[in-house]
């Protein structure tokens, strides 16, 4: 008993079936021998720790050494789910954080640190700078459609998450997660638990569970680029999402957004094919009877047009806030600029025209006499100076 009460923190394991293993060597990085098991408590972060009845506990204070390995679990939690916790701290290095931002950070906490947006719109409407400055110090990330925290990405995290959740619901352990690191995982779309998904960091749309950090990528994508309510699916949606593009169509649409066009339909698709197949055999043919040089050259040009990807369906944006923003923020632009235009153009052609006053006007008379000549310029004194 004294070498568990003087065991190191890292000497206890949380095992994912809610077991605890004690290990007395702390050098080893095997989990060591079972001691005990945690049970539901009062609160879904701290689980209750149970000593369970094994040799290696026969004759001991069992109750000290509960008190001693509720307090290493609690450690383990905290330390694990850092982020989570910073979310409610208030010291110097992180700062205080007034009334508005600290009721999201409190249902961010609630809810294991990710909730839908809508949950907390009005809120986020009512926060000024330094909120958002508070908020960026504990890491909160506010995304298009759902509110997160980034940091709880980690694999220790997601799989720490999901036993407490389904301890605290009475679900069974282990509580089945993705795999360390995978952007998305297939799920029974009409049986899974969306809550579930959603509070280990991996909401479902379509028939996915979807990393939150790559699905608030896809999303801020799309919106960035959607264009009059509209935007086309890409590639390195996919890509990043880690599905197929049939998948990708079913995520989208389950976000609310409607396929409008699909350039992809059944008879493009067999005639691609069917081009495909004949330009395959007539590159074929073409390389047998070319030289070794020509023949890279021929492969090299096949290699490049099976390169050039098919264009993806467009869509329509879902009409939620998000949406509306978008299409505010555009309107503002324009109707600023074309308000300018009209305001140089009105300045340019549109001056105050000179108004006379209206004055009745009468007949004139003008009297002109007409010029007296100089007797020198008379013609007839000039005749006579000529005769002189």
């Not at 640190?113 to 908020?135: F, M, N, T, W, Y």
């Not at 352990?173 to 995982?185: F, M, R």
């Not at 479902?204 to 009059?228: H, S, T």
């Not at 699916?233 to 389950?254: F, N, R, T």
């Amino acid at each position: 008993m004294e070498n568990i009460l003087k065991s190191e923190n890292k000497q206890f394991r949380l095992m994912e079936d809610g077991k605890i293993c004690w290990q007395s060597n702390p050098t080893n990085p095997l989990p060591g021998e079972h001691i005990a098991h945690i049970e539901k408590g009062e609160d879904k972060l701290f689980p209750k720790v149970v000593i369970d009845d094994v040799p290696l506990l026969e004759g001991k204070d069992k109750e000290e050494i509960s008190k001693f390995v509720q307090e290493q679990i609690e450690t383990h939690i905290k330390t694990v789910l850092e982020p989570l916790f910073n979310l409610k701290r208030e010291d110097e290095e992180i700062g205080e954080i007034a009334e508005i931002p600290k009721s999201i950070a409190e249902k961010l906490f609630e809810n294991f640190g990710i909730i839908p947006r809508e949950q907390v719109e009005e809120l986020i409407e009512k926060l000024d700078v330094d909120d958002r400055k508070a908020l960026r110090k504990r890491y909160v990330r506010l995304g298009s459609i759902l509110v997160f925290v980034p940091a709880l990405n980690k694999p220790a995290a997601v799989r720490l998450r999901a036993l407490l959740f389904n301890l605290w619901n009475g679900k069974e352990l282990p509580a089945q997660t993705p795999k360390d690191g995978i952007v998305s995982q297939l799920i029974d779309k009409e049986n899974v638990n969306r809550k579930y998904y959603q509070s280990i960091g991996y909401p479902v749309y379509g028939n996915r569970a979807i990393r939150i950090d790559m699905l608030d990528r896809v999303i801020n994508f799309i919106y960035e680029q959607a264009d009059k309510g509209e935007f086309k699916a890409q590639h390195k949606m996919a890509e990043w999402l880690g599905c197929p593009i049939v998948d990708l169509y079913d995520i989208l649409e389950s976000m609310g957004h409607k396929k409008i066009y699909d350039t992809a339909d059944e008879k493009k698709t067999e005639a691609a094919l069917e081009e495909k197949k004949e330009i395959s055999a007539k590159d074929l043919k073409k390389a047998e009877i070319s030289t070794e040089e020509n023949k890279d050259e021929v492969l090299e040009e096949k290699e490049n047009q099976e390169q050039v990807k098919p264009e993806l369906a467009s869509f329509r944006l879902k009409k939620g806030k998000a949406y509306f923003k978008n299409q505010g923020d555009k309107k503002k632009f324009k109707s600023k600029k074309t308000s300018d235009d009209k305001k140089g153009k009105n300045n340019f052609k549109k001056k105050t025209p000179f108004k006379k006053k209206s004055v009745e006007r009468k007949p004139q008379v003008i009297i002109a006499d007409a010029p007296k000549a100089k007797e020198e310029d008379s013609p007839f004194a000039i005749l006579q100076q000529l005769k002189k």
